[in-house]
């Protein structure tokens, strides 16, 4: 029986089900254990027959690797291996059957899932991460390919075929190994990792998992890399859309993605907690987050199943036939002809490393892009929040803008001693700088206050000449010039002979600047407003202001009010005053009411609700008009009410 025929039927003691996936390197297979009675997946590797017995050797080594890393790995989160062995010359491992979609599948759907199952499933990786982390294991590849979510919403890590143990020396020194743009700036520079560039792939992993944006955006592997290693994260554009707060999301992404790892977490599962500190969920999502992570403990051992296509290791794809398009580096013949070569061979693989999504094994990260152009030397880095008050201030560092505004964490780089100059300018304000001297003294955080750039104005009249004046002080004759501060209130005055005086509230900023063009009114000689009356106690009032029977005003309208309490006169009216013009104001005459009385009794008389005397009264001199007059008995309640316009010789006399 052929090999083929019989890797149908059995790989070990394992009865071979179905084929899940096949590629160049291998294949993955669902099987059945027949002594523990349960389906399992088993991966196959191919041997490269043209590799020499070394190659051989080391290949084989690496590949059981991944079984003993993972093996040692027995965590909710993390996919269980089995078993390994060996059948006619070809490796292979006994894996727990995983149903369900890898991350990436899951954040690419038409409908994202919503932020707390997306947040669940960080939390379950940021555990697992910390259980490896304790056992000494790297993962190096950490990305949403190699996260498998079950339809219960449970996330396993798979794939350690490139995981590294503490103090393995397998793997060598300056190989890059991983995908580019979740790796770490020391994984692009050195090729030494330890656990905490996995926490930095981490960081990326959730911050491109919840807002479905990644930090370091790039259109080739060279953009992305030098941004990863030189420059801060690219904030999400729809961050103000999520339940977070702003400024403690920050913190946690500026703290894990800091390029020095002895700055960032040192902890995955610290990471985790504090970005759900910085996120905001109502009571009920909270309950049901707290209940779901509670649930992941040891004894989860869900069957659930692989991607349909192959879920073989990124070293394993590694392992293929060289690729035709990846040329041999070309001798150096100056530094614009090395830039040039950089650019056409990222051009040419970038396809195939973005299908991949990995550098393989023994590749160099020299052989695809230009180092030295990726990574500027540099003798001194160090990250500085800048901020400004108030805050929105574009940021200049020696002279070039940056994408940012305040406030915001910018990566300062270059030689120890030397000078950065930071400049903040926003609309309004006066321009500030601060220079800063590289170096471990230079501070890791400026804020800079900035001063509100006054505008000259010009403030003219019309006529001009009048005096002007700014909040009492006096500025001269118009047309004249003034530094008026953005926001602020000012009273202006103007002053001409002939000419009414003028005064105004201007606020810069806010009031039309049309206003400082100020047009005065020539003065109007006044009109004058009389009473004709020989009342003795008449008060004339105008605008609430009392004169005697006549009053001189300035041309207008006016409330104008009569009084006299002697002869029960009070009437109130609206007068236009005319300049140069007299208006005349009328009184009715004085009449008498010879007899006010009731018939039966006595009663007290109130007249227009002011109270007079006691009846009988007689003689009563009184003003022409409408009148009330009340008559209330010695307990005040009245008896009776009469309105009558009273012309004269009359008597008023109660019938009660």
Do not use: C
């Not at 027995?74 to 062995?85: E, L, M, R, T």
């Not at 759907?109 to 790297?138: M, T, W």
């Not at 201007?506 to 000689?525: F, M």
Request: aromatic fraction near 8%.
């Amino acid at each position: 029986m052929s090999n083929h025929d019989q890797t149908a039927k059995t790989i070990g003691r394992y009865v071979v089900q179905s084929l899940l996936g096949e590629g160049a390197m291998g294949s993955v297979y669902k099987a059945f254990d027949p002594v523990i009675k349960r389906v399992v997946a088993i991966k196959t590797i191919k041997l490269d027959q043209s590799r020499n017995e070394i190659d051989q050797k080391e290949f084989v080594q690496r590949f059981f690797q991944e079984a003993q890393i993972s093996g040692i790995l027995n965590h909710p989160n993390i996919v269980s291996i089995y078993d390994i062995g060996e059948q006619d010359g070809m490796p292979y491992i006994a894996m727990e059957y995983v149903e369900g979609r890898n991350l990436n599948q899951v954040i690419n759907d038409q409908e994202r899932p919503d932020l707390v199952y997306l947040a669940q499933i960080i939390v379950q990786v940021s555990n697992a991460l910390e259980f490896a982390h304790g056992k000494g294991v790297v993962h190096r590849d950490l990305k949403p390919g190699n996260i498998m979510v079950m339809p219960n919403g449970i996330a396993k890590i798979m794939d350690f075929g490139i995981a590294k143990m503490s103090g393995s020396h397998l793997t060598q020194t300056g190989v890059f190994l991983g995908t580019p743009s979740f790796a770490s700036p020391e994984q692009i520079k050195e090729g030494q990792v330890d656990h905490r560039s996995d926490i930095f792939s981490l960081g990326i992993l959730a911050h491109e998992t919840l807002t479905g944006h990644t930090p370091f955006p790039g259109q080739s592997i060279s953009a992305i890399l030098y941004k990863i290693a030189n420059e801060p994260p690219t904030p999400a554009p729809n961050l103000k859309d999520l339940p977070v707060e702003a400024p403690k999301w920050r913190m946690v992404f500026d703290k894990v993605f800091q390029k020095e790892p002895g700055k960032r977490y040192q902890n995955a599962g610290d990471f985790g907690r504090d970005l759900l500190s910085s996120m905001t969920f109502t009571n009920q999502q909270e309950v049901a987050l707290g209940t779901f992570v509670g649930q992941v403990n040891a004894t989860v051992r869900d069957a659930f199943g692989i991607q349909k296509d192959i879920q073989r290791s990124d070293f394993e794809k590694s392992q293929a036939p060289p690729r035709p398009i990846i040329a041999k580096q070309p001798k150096k013949r100056s530094s614009l002809m090395g830039l040039l070569v950089v650019l056409l061979l990222v051009s040419a693989t970038a396809l195939v490393l973005f299908k991949t999504g990995v550098i393989g094994d023994g590749e160099r990260l020299s052989s695809i892009v230009n180092i030295p152009d990726i990574l500027p030397s540099k003798h001194f880095e160090k990250m500085v929040a800048i901020n400004s008050t108030p805050q929105g201030a574009t940021i200049f560092v020696d002279d070039q803008a940056i994408e940012f505004t305040t406030p915001h964490g910018h990566l300062v780089v270059g030689d120890v001693g030397t000078t950065v100059t930071i400049r903040l300018e926003l609309d309004a304000y006066e321009p500030i700088s601060q220079s800063l001297v590289l170096g471990e003294e230079m501070p890791s955080a400026i804020n800079l206050d900035l001063v509100i750039k006054p505008l000259i104005r010009s403030i003219t009249t019309s006529p001009a000449g009048a005096e002007l004046s700014v909040n009492g002080a006096k500025l001269g004759p118009s047309p004249a010039e003034f530094s008026f501060t953005p926001q602020e209130q000012y009273r202006i005055e103007a002053s001409l002979e002939g000419y009414d005086g003028y005064e105004m509230t201007y606020e810069e900023g806010k009031s039309p600047v049309a206003d400082l063009d100020i047009r005065l009114s020539k003065t109007q000689p006044p009109g004058t407003v009389k009473v004709d009356s020989s009342l003795q106690d008449l008060k004339l009032t105008v605008n609430g202001k009392t004169y005697n029977n006549s009053a001189v005003l300035p041309a207008g309208t006016y409330e104008v009010r009569l009084q006299s309490r002697k002869y029960f006169f009070d009437s109130r009216t609206r007068v236009t005053v005319r300049a140069g013009e007299t208006h005349r104001l009328d009184v009715p005459p004085v009449v008498t009411i010879g007899r006010i009385d009731v018939l039966r009794g006595y009663a007290q008389v109130k007249i227009d609700g002011r109270e007079v005397d006691f009846t009988p009264i007689r003689n009563l001199e009184i003003v022409a008009g409408m009148h009330t007059f009340e008559f209330v008995d010695d307990d005040g309640k009245m008896i009776n009410q009469i309105k009558r316009d009273v012309v004269g010789g009359d008597d008023i006399v109660l019938d009660n």
